[in-house]
């Protein structure tokens, strides 16, 4: 072989080694370009999600929306107002005896008294506690109970609601 025999060698595998990364590069910019498109496609399936979520999550009806304010009154209520009150220079003992008459029959609060307790603080609410036609909530028959639970502690009970508001109920409208 001469000179130019090897040159021309060299210069088919430079060639084929060029072709060959040329061909390579494509392939990892194909790779590149569908590992993007695909994590935008699984980053768009995401927010769909989050916002198909949050959008379902303020869907709750009217009485459910009541119920949950009604809860959170009664919540406030007991462990800012009436455990302190009830509590006050009772021993442990005490306590424990006091509130576990109450665990069956739960301590019971109007809407009324919810609405005036700690100087009207939730009178401002008295207007939400409607129904779809606009009648207002029955002030006294509109109520949380709330149960107090072993070890009878200020975060230690469960709450019940009871709605008076005239919503229709389901076996009624079919």
């Not at 800012?80 to 009772?90: C, G, L, P, Q, R």
């Not at 009878?152 to 019940?160: N, P």
């Amino acid at each position: 072989m001469g000179y130019k025999d090897k040159n021309i060698e060299r210069s088919d595998t430079m060639a084929k080694s060029k072709k060959e990364k040329t061909k390579e590069f494509i392939e990892k910019e194909k790779r590149n370009k569908l590992i993007l498109i695909g994590s935008i496609a699984l980053g768009l399936i995401i927010v769909f999600i989050v916002i198909f979520c949050i959008a379902n999550r303020n869907n709750k009806t009217l009485e459910e929306k009541l119920s949950e304010k009604l809860t959170k009154m009664g919540e406030e209520f007991y462990t800012n107002f009436y455990y302190d009150e009830f509590t006050k220079d009772k021993s442990e003992e005490e306590i424990a005896e006091s509130l576990s008459k109450f665990e069956e029959i739960g301590v019971k609060i109007n809407l009324d008294n919810l609405l005036r307790y700690d100087n009207g603080k939730n009178q401002n609410e008295a207007d939400t506690f409607k129904n779809e036609e606009g009648e207002a909530c029955n002030l006294n028959n509109t109520k949380a109970i709330i149960y107090p639970k072993s070890p009878y502690g200020k975060r230690d009970y469960t709450i019940e609601v009871q709605l008076d508001c005239g919503f229709k109920d389901v076996t009624e409208t079919e």
